[in-house]
């Protein structure tokens, strides 16, 4: 398989998988994941609005943690320092 077939592929099973977890409701560990997944991905705000889903679904997850530490990333952080 070319490497754009593999690259097309899995943009379309993203989508599909995205599409699905939209249809249900997702439990506190599938947010904590996807704030994760986009945390990584450098999108902090769609990694903020994930944890808090999941800490309102339950404040024990381990998305409370997550959540304090991507708040203190955000605070530390400052383009202006790095991209004079």
Do not use: W
Not at 31 to 50: I, K, S, T, V
Not at 64 to 80: G, P, S, T
């Amino acid at each position: 398989m070319s490497a754009f077939m593999h690259v097309a592929c899995r943009i379309i099973y993203t989508f599909v998988m995205q599409k699905k977890r939209d249809k249900r409701s997702m439990s506190s560990e599938e947010y904590y994941h996807q704030g994760n997944e986009h945390r990584r991905q450098g999108d902090f705000p769609a990694a903020m609005n994930c944890y808090l889903q999941a800490i309102a679904l339950d404040p024990n997850s381990p998305a409370v943690v997550a959540e304090k530490m991507l708040e203190d990333i955000m605070n530390f952080y400052c383009k202006d320092i790095y991209n004079p």
